[in-house]
Nanobody, 123 residues
Framework: VQLQASGGGLVQAGGSLRVSCAAS????????KGWFRQAPGKEREFVAA????????SYADSVKGRFTISRDNAKNTVYLQMNSLKPEYTAVYYC?????????????????WGQGTLVTVSS
């Protein structure tokens, strides 16, 4: 399974951005997907995750109500819509996938990782 994240960029505080993660491999459509982020000098942290069917989602408290994770299995792509962005959300955003039923929150639950896309929120 290969994951390709895209859509990062520079946005002003309060703005919106959508990042995408395209997966290769037909079986990856049945994988749970997650988004994590890593800011400079900080550990990678959980942002959001979605089950393979899209019927179950999970969010970090810091982004709940601002971010929405979704997926299009026909396109084998998962999205993260980010609204009301804050400067502290500046980080490299990584997508991850694994053959698990539930939207897991721990990085070690995911076997496959994309290369990341940089999101910079200016104040």
């Amino acid at each position: 399974v290969q994951l390709q994240a895209s859509g990062g960029g520079l946005v002003q505080a309060g703005g919106s951005l959508r990042v995408s993660c395209a997966a290769s491999g037909r079986t990856s459509r049945n994988y749970a997907k997650g988004w994590f982020r890593q800011a400079p000098g900080k550990e990678r942290e959980f942002v959001a995750a979605i089950s393979w069917s899209g019927g179950s989602t999970s969010y970090a408290d810091s982004v709940k109500g601002r971010f929405t994770i979704s997926r299009d299995n026909a396109k084998n792509t998962v999205y993260l819509q980010m609204n009301s962005l804050k400067p502290e959300y500046t980080a490299v955003y990584y997508c991850a996938a694994d053959r698990t039923i539930y939207p897991e929150r721990l990085p070690n639950e995911y076997a496959y990782w994309g290369q990341g896309t940089l999101v910079t929120v200016s104040s």
